[in-house]
Nanobody, 124 residues
């Protein structure tokens, strides 16, 4: 069983940066692919960044955040990060950390473990 706790959200202005953190307890952190999802009110939860587990650190970003968001992991600290630059009002959402073994996937229902989320609000 893996427990995930997100932190780092907040209220920022457009153009600002934030770094989210997700720390895991339980399980073998290094084998887990980690994903950051976001969900705005009334909308589906969708993937904004993912990083593979195991021997590779392959990453994935959808086009809407590519070049602005960067996912990274520190296995020794059991933590995954999401660096978000040049934030836009449309990035406003609750951001969730999720985990699944080894390979990244792009849909929420393919991830086994979830944190409770951290709110990011970007004002214009």
């Amino acid at each position: 069983q893996v427990q995930l706790v997100e932190s780092g959200g907040g209220l920022v202005q457009a153009g600002d940066s934030l770094r989210l953190s997700c720390t895991a307890s339980g399980g073998r952190f290094g084998i887990y692919a980690m994903g950051w999802f976001r969900q705005a009110p009334g909308k589906e939860r969708w993937l904004v960044a993912a990083i593979a587990g195991g021997t590779t650190s392959d990453t994935y970003y959808p086009g809407s955040v590519k070049g602005r968001f960067t996912i990274s992991r520190d296995n020794a600290k059991r933590t995954v990060y999401l660096q978000m630059n040049n934030l836009k009002p449309e990035d406003t959402a609750t951001y969730y950390c999720a985990a699944r073994p080894y390979e990244t996937r792009r849909t929420a229902n393919e991830y086994e473990y979830w944190g409770r989320g951290t709110q990011v609000t970007v004002s214009s």
